[in-house]
């Protein structure tokens, strides 16, 4: 059976999706997150990796903004402080903790994200090192994320089981020895980071350049074969794209959401529609305001989700 599949961005507060997503005028007390929420189930927090000076009124608030979307969940990526600098102090633990804390009592965090960088080869330190950040965050579901390839092997997943550590499945370009696009999930979740293909420009040009990437239907329902394909353990499966230059993130999440679903009609920004008309067809535009001045966010149950429901 298919797991549940939340299709979510890197971030809500992107440039990139000024005008191809999010209105041109935005009242007082806009609020992006609650706008982003009518349309998509998931969100990986990526400010978090920058500061640690987040604390969980900020969580509190960001609960409030999608409280109209019941299956809204929030992965959050943890301080670079941890996996790039390797320099965070116990300090930053607590930070990091206080942070998640009202996401956990809601019931709304998937899990924390450690993206390592291309560096972060496999050394025996390095493996005792993330022992201790196991500990350090054990009250939560860890993801990691590793760029090199040194960690695509047996061993190195019995590292991270024996840390009750998950792998992320990284779509990264085949360049530098990266670590190949995997499909693995040994508990009962998923994780799939999608940063695109564009080998050619990866090291050259910029964020901008480097996630220009659009996947074609073909590398969609690739991915969707994949997650299809995972144990039957595996109940949910978190996607999360971040293409974000010319907002093709969204329009993949999109379309990838009507290939799972082909039957529903989901509600979509009418800029982005007018800009992508290939969506045209399977999106239309978001529900009236409820009383409260909120869109409903009506959400379709998919066939798998009603099959998972009767067993």
Not at 83 to 94: C, F, I, M, P, S
Not at 217 to 239: G, P, Q, Y
Request: glycine letters at 6%.
């Amino acid at each position: 059976m298919q797991p549940e599949i939340l299709i979510g961005m890197g971030g809500w507060s992107l440039p990139s999706f000024d005008g191809p997503f999010y209105p041109e005028n935005q009242g007082k007390g806009f609020r992006k997150l609650e706008y982003y929420s009518r349309f998509f189930d998931l969100v990986e927090v990526n400010a978090t990796f920058y500061t640690t000076s987040l604390g969980p009124q900020q969580a509190r608030r960001w609960l409030q903004d999608i409280q109209d979307n019941e299956r809204f969940t929030f992965t959050v990526k943890l301080f670079q402080g941890f996996t790039h600098k390797l320099n965070a102090t116990q300090g930053d633990v607590k930070a990091v903790r206080a942070l998640l804390e009202p996401l956990v009592e809601a019931g709304k965090l998937g899990g924390l994200i450690l993206q390592f960088p291309h560096s972060f080869e496999r050394t025996p330190g390095h493996e005792q090192y993330l022992r201790k950040l196991a500990e350090s965050f054990s009250s939560c579901a860890l993801f990691v994320e590793f760029r090199h390839d040194s960690w695509n092997s047996a061993e190195a997943f019995d590292v991270m089981k024996s840390c009750s550590m998950q792998l992320v499945n990284t779509d990264l370009p085949a360049i530098k020895q990266h670590i190949p696009f995997t499909n693995e999930a040994w508990g009962d979740a998923a994780y799939y980071r999608l940063m695109g293909r564009n080998k050619e420009s990866w090291d050259r040009g910029g964020v901008e350049q480097r996630y220009n990437y659009f996947y074609s239907e073909e590398e969609l329902r690739e991915i969707l074969r994949n997650i299809s394909n995972l144990k039957a353990t595996v109940r949910k499966a978190f996607v999360v794209f971040h293409n974000d230059p010319n907002a093709h993130s969204p329009v993949n999440g999109f379309q990838l959401r009507h290939m799972i679903d082909p039957n529903a009609r989901f509600p979509a920004p009418a800029v982005l529609t007018q800009s992508f008309p290939q969506l045209q067809a399977f999106c239309g535009k978001p529900e009236e305001p409820n009383s409260t001045g909120r869109p409903r966010l009506i959400h379709r149950v998919t066939e798998s989700e009603r099959r998972r429901k009767n067993t």
